[in-house]
């Protein structure tokens, strides 16, 4: 399981951490072993992940989490279901309609390079198709 926490203290052979509800948990120091520190920079959520400055399963987790659960996109029902690692596209299922699929968003990513538009399907597919006709 991965939670965000933020170490207030190490003292007496424990751990002190801080939800971001704002709640107390405390590791017993010979546990400490289980948390991960991560980078700042893997803490804000990154259309592509190749520019994590750590790039560990715990830091993969916590972007796509950021990315998908922004309070930006809660507010406007958007959400970041896309994201990259490099050429790759990782996407998340959010088990509703988000109606990101119209021909205007399609046409958003014509002829564009990979990377310049957000993460996203259509990004992947132009990439595909202008990578096939060149050869």
């Known amino acids: 399981k991965v939670i965000d926490a933020i170490v207030e203290s190490v003292e007496n ?11 107390t948990q405390t590791v017993p120091i010979q546990d400490s072993w289980r948390l991960k520190k991560m980078h700042p920079t893997s803490t804000i959520g990154v259309p592509d992940m190749i520019s994590l400055t750590d790039l560990t399963e715990a830091s993969v987790f916590r972007n796509l989490r950021v990315r998908y659960l922004s309070e930006s996109n809660l507010t406007t029902s958007r959400t970041s279901i896309y994201t990259y690692i490099g050429p ?38 132009d990439s595909a198709y202008l990578a096939m006709r060149r050869t």
């Not at 052979?13 to 709640?23: A, E, I, K, M, S």
């Not at 699929?101 to 990004?123: E, M, Q, R």
């Open 88 to 125: 790759f596209l990782v996407a998340i299922n959010p088990y509703r309609d988000l109606q990101l699929y119209g021909k205007d968003t399609l046409l958003h990513y014509v002829n564009k390079p990979l990377g310049s538009c957000p993460p996203h399907i259509f990004a992947i597919a």
């Open 13 to 23: 052979g424990v751990v002190r951490l801080t939800l971001p509800d704002g709640t």
